[in-house]
């Protein structure tokens, strides 16, 4: 099943990120006005017949199958998809992408600007619920280690089992809080 889906990440791979670097138009199909894609499933099913073929050879195992059906969807799809219309160039899609890029920009600074608001405020507030988690974690150790103490003194291992699951869930939940804020902290 896996292997099913190489040639599809490799055609997505392809479409996104390579094509523009190779001066191609990424999404040449939808501008088109393609319902179908015929250079993917093309590309799909040729990859899938090399990997069967590459796999009942006994040329690779099927673990060894990735990389070679990776790189071979990768080639095809350039090619089909170059000689059926991404090569060509579309006005539609230099407008779709500088809107998008200019999409991105906004988005990068609205979400910075609402950092460095959140950061101001969530500091104090912050830093405060992070100490009492911290307090919390080092209580539930120190009560672990208290019923074990408890234990080893009157030898009631069955009071042990019923109440340690409390600081136990607590050790964990407040020690989790304490860690993931230390490091929000950290990188604020």
């Known amino acids: 099943m896996g292997l099913m889906l190489v040639p599809i990440g490799a055609i997505i791979v392809t479409e996104h990120w390579l094509m523009p670097k190779l001066g191609m138009t990424r999404y040449w199909s939808g501008y088109r006005k393609n319902n179908t894609n015929f250079a993917a ?12 073929f590459l796999k009942q050879s006994g040329t690779l195992h099927l673990f060894f199958l990735l990389t070679p059906v990776w790189i071979f969807a990768t080639l ?8 059926v219309g991404a090569r060509e160039s579309y006005p539609e899609a230099e407008s779709a992408e500088q809107a998008e890029q200019l999409r991105k920009q906004q988005e990068r600074e609205f979400l910075a600007s ?8 969530e500091r104090t507030s ?3 619920a ?3 988690a911290r307090l919390a974690s080092y209580a539930s ?3 672990c280690g208290g019923l074990a103490i408890a234990v080893y003194v009157t030898g009631d ?14 050790y964990f939940v407040s020690a989790t809080y304490w860690i993931i804020n230390k490091e929000k902290q950290a990188e604020m």
Not at 114 to 121: E, L, Y
Not at 157 to 170: M, Y
């Open 126 to 128: 912050f830093s405060m």
């Open 130 to 132: 992070v100490r009492i």
């Open 141 to 143: 150790l120190l009560a």
């Open 157 to 170: 291992l069955a009071s042990f089992h019923q109440w340690l699951i409390l600081p136990t869930l607590s």
């Open 76 to 83: 095809t799809y350039l090619l089909l998809a170059g000689m």
């Open 41 to 52: 499933v093309i590309t799909w099913l040729s990859s899938l017949a090399l990997a069967l």
């Open 114 to 121: 609402r950092a460095k608001s959140a950061n101001k405020t």
